[in-house]
T-cell receptor, first 112, second 114 residues
Framework: GENVEQHPSTLSVQEGDSAVIKCTYS??????FPWYKQELGKGPQLIID?????GEKKDQRIAVTLNKTAKHFSLHITETQPEDSAVYFC???????????FGTGTRLTIIP | DAGVIQSPRHEVTEMGQEVTLRCKPI?????LFWYRQTMMRGLELLIY????????DSGMPEDRFSAKMPNASFSTLKIQPSEPRDSAVYFC????????????FGSGTRLTVV
């Protein structure tokens, strides 16, 4: 089955700086890669996703890049703000499979 | 839409008691997932349903855990008997099959077994 590894497990950045979280996946058939943000006491919330037919997708201050050959994808947050502090999860799945395989999460702390 | 609704938000029970967690998925979604989240193991998929039918229950820890989905708008996860190691946050999520907008998660049920 699919295996998703996520790094780092914790990340602290100064407010205004950029943050990058990286994930690798094992199943070359995977073609859908969402990212979730989980704030304290809440369920994970989808913030951005990408399919394997594109290499990059942006939404305001967040972007996701995908390298199919290397089987890794990354979340980039620019101009970080205190409200970006949360746990972020990457995930992967392939068409026809409803199951998402999640990474182990990254706790991002923005230092004011 | 009110989103995925889970109840209760918090549950404290004594070891050996039966616990029932409830979930109402988003109307129109036809896939439903139960996850367990702990510090040690992260997000674990317990079971998922498609069109009310259990598709994959390989993540259910043992026979003490059972899940049902009697109709498209309701699912339960039952633990009987409960044990302290079952303490975790349990999430329900729903999605529309073959649509790429991922899952919508509920707010979770924090279960503490003492």
């Amino acid at each position: 089955g699919e295996n998703v590894e996520q790094h780092p497990s914790t990340l602290s950045v100064q407010e205004g700086d950029s943050a990058v979280i990286k994930c690798t996946y094992s199943d070359s058939a995977s073609n859908y890669f969402p990212w979730y943000k989980q704030e304290l006491g809440k369920g994970p919330q989808l913030i951005i996703d990408i399919r394997s037919n594109v290499g990059e997708k942006k939404d305001q201050r967040i972007a996701v890049t995908l390298n199919k050959t290397a089987k890794h994808f990354s979340l980039h947050i620019t101009e970080t703000q205190p409200e970006d502090s949360a746990v972020y999860f990457c995930a992967a799945r392939y068409d026809g499979n409803e199951k998402l395989t999640f990474g182990t999460g990254t706790r991002l702390t923005i230092i004011p | 839409d009110a989103g995925v609704i889970q109840s209760p938000r918090h549950e404290v029970t004594e070891m050996g008691q039966e616990v029932t967690l409830r979930c109402k998925p988003i109307s129109g979604h036809n896939s439903l997932f139960w996850y367990r989240q702990t510090m040690m193991r992260g997000l674990e998929l317990l079971i998922y349903f498609n069109n009310n039918v259990p598709i994959d229950d390989s993540g259910m820890p043992e026979d003490r855990f059972s899940a049902k989905m009697p109709n498209a708008s309701f699912s339960t996860l039952k633990i009987q008997p409960s044990e302290p190691r079952d303490s975790a946050v349990y999430f329900c999520a729903s999605s529309l099959e073959h649509r790429d907008y991922g899952y919508t998660f509920g707010s979770g049920t924090r279960l503490t077994v003492v």
